[in-house]
């Protein structure tokens, strides 16, 4: 285990609750809440890459929006430790306390195309967060836009014209270079590279590393891609219906996952070499109805190892040592098939 | 189901050819070649992937091979299937109506755009039943909830009467799958048929895709640009690039021997599960437009061996390297005879 570096972000009991209906009409009756995050809690360290990996609606999304403030969580804590020592619960914060998080938390959205205004210029686009925030004079915001498109490949000829003339690479480069002119500490890729080719995918995740290195950027990084969280992150938590069910570092979830619904994310990926044979653990069913989840574990109707335990108590994550999370009644009992273990090279 | 005997023979007929294919599109800015010179086979039972980044050209070959093309676009070429050019048949013709749901079909990608949201499931797929296989709709009816079973819908007689907005996505792509084979065709086009599937979803798919293709005996043509789906599901691989097939060999041929410098640094810039890699090795550069290209190696500007004066002078041929592996690419020959064309 690498040595544990300082927390900057420590989150705590997040929820995040929709209001739901019940039909339509003038006589709709209100419902049970649709519970989208409950009781999240986990920490973000100086530095490090965490991946938020899961299947649609299992609330990764939200999750990492809750955390930048993009949507309002319902209860919880996001605490934020600044570079002088002090914290701040950034989902309390008001005025000068939350420009000054909002500077260092940032978001890089998932579409290219939807995410930058047709109507503003480059310049515009990547300027914006220091006018808005930072209450730097216009010479300041000049240089630190012309050394954030330097950094992120973007041409200095490029600032004057409209988002529209860019391919999706780069727009996503320029969506880069928006997040970063802040200076961030933590910065949420929300499924950053899922839109490009794979060649471009390549160029835009070797330039996030290359800048984390740089600036010593924690990531959240939210993707449903395994492959590209593997090569990525050092630590993963995989979600299922609004819950953290496993934590752990990269390397030791791929080796030996804890939890089955783990087991079977891994095991799904198509893995790009024709002599590799896979024992496939293909799941029945599908993710349940986040609106009416399963009772006790949530996981349990899709899972080949449930007992009558499963069916009535939901299982809290546990600390299993090592960096280790897991929310399973058996992670102690069950002897769980990883990637690397599989993969004969 | 092959037989190992009956392979040389399928080689020797194949069950659908297409040869020297090329669609252009008339555009305000210029001539568009979305596919040059495209030539591929393939057998009974068999699974050929055609790879490929956006915009090379992949998804415009598959609906060619149903006679579904943009209105204006020019096609030259062949088509075998069996004995009849699908290039040459009148669109919306009776020959291809004939064909098209019944001999060849297709999957598309985004089942939630696929359906129409004011029919039900069922209606959607005896639709194709009632044109090709019986007249009775009854007897439609009960070849459409015996096919949904066997895609693994549960309770298909209730799902038959639903419309698609009560299907999940993972429930829809098997509907489609379900629409798509409700003919028993001999060739199954499937264009991007999990992308927009999670990956526990997407790997029952492709499990089911597998097994119809042994009960049915169907050849799949799989249009993704997935590698890690190719090595699973593939007998063979076309990569495409700007339009053109620029390498094509059997699917590990392809992962263990690339040849063209795009199909290398295609395969070098996947982030790969069983290896441990500090940075990904990246095709620098992106995809030109073609349109009004100049005849030269479409890779050129980002080919990091390309030879000055020979790559960007002329058009590359198709080199065989051995009996099933070709790649265009001057590296590995085609340069000397012929001289330089014009």
Sequence with gaps: MKEMKEIIVDVQNLVKEYPSQDGGGLFRKASAPVKALSDVSFALRKGETLSLVGESGCGKTTLGRCLARGIEATSGQVNFQTPDGRKIDFLKAKQQEFKEVRQSIQMIFQDPYASLNPRMTVYDIISEPLRALSGLSK???DERVIEMARQTGLNNSFLRRYPHAFSGGQRQRIGIARALVTRPKVVVCDEAVSALDVSIQAQIINL???LQREYEITYLFISHDLSVVKHISDRIAVMYLGRIIELAETEELFRRPMHPYSEALLSAVPNPDPDRK???????????????????????????????????????????????????????????????????? | MVEAAETAEQQAHPLLRV???????PSDGGLLKAVSGVSFQIAKGKTLGIVGESGCGKSITGKTLLGIQPKHAVTSGSVWFGDVDI????????????I?????????????????????IGNQIIESILLHRTRNKQEAKGMAIDILRRVGISNPEKRFNQYPHEFSGGMMQRAMIAMALACEPEVLIADE???????????QVLELMKQLQQEFGMAIIFITHDLGIVAEMCDEVAVMYLGKVVEQAPVREIFHNPKHPYTRGLLRSIPM????????ESIEGTVPIPINRAPMCGFYERCKDRIAGVCDAQDVPQVQLAENHSVRCFLHGGRSEGGVQP
């Design chain 2, 19 to 25: 040869e020297d294919l090329n669609i252009h599109l």
């Design chain 2, 100 to 120: 098209r749901g019944s001999k060849i079909a297709m999957i598309f990608q985004e089942p939630m755009t696929a359906f129409s949201p004011l029919y039900t």
């Design chain 1, 139 to 141: 010479t300041e915001i």
């Design chain 1, 208 to 210: 996030l590393k290359d």
């Design chain 2, 193 to 203: 048929p999990t992308t927009a599937l999670d990956v526990t979803i997407q790997a």
């Design chain 2, 273 to 280: 599960i069983g290896s441990r890699k500090e940075r990904l």
């Design chain 1, 278 to 345: 896979v024992e496939r653990i293909v799941l029945q069913g599908e993710v349940p109805n986040p609106a009416n989840p399963p009772s006790g574990c949530h996981f349990h109707p899709r899972c080949p190892h449930r007992t009558e335990l499963c069916e009535k108590a939901l299982p809290p994550l546990q600390d299993m040592g090592g960096g280790r999370f897991v929310a399973c009644h058996y992670a102690n009992e069950l002897t769980l098939q990883g990637v690397e273990s599989l993969v004969a090279q």
């Design chain 2, 87 to 98: 290039v040459k048949l009148k669109k919306n013709g009776r020959e291809i109506r004939a």
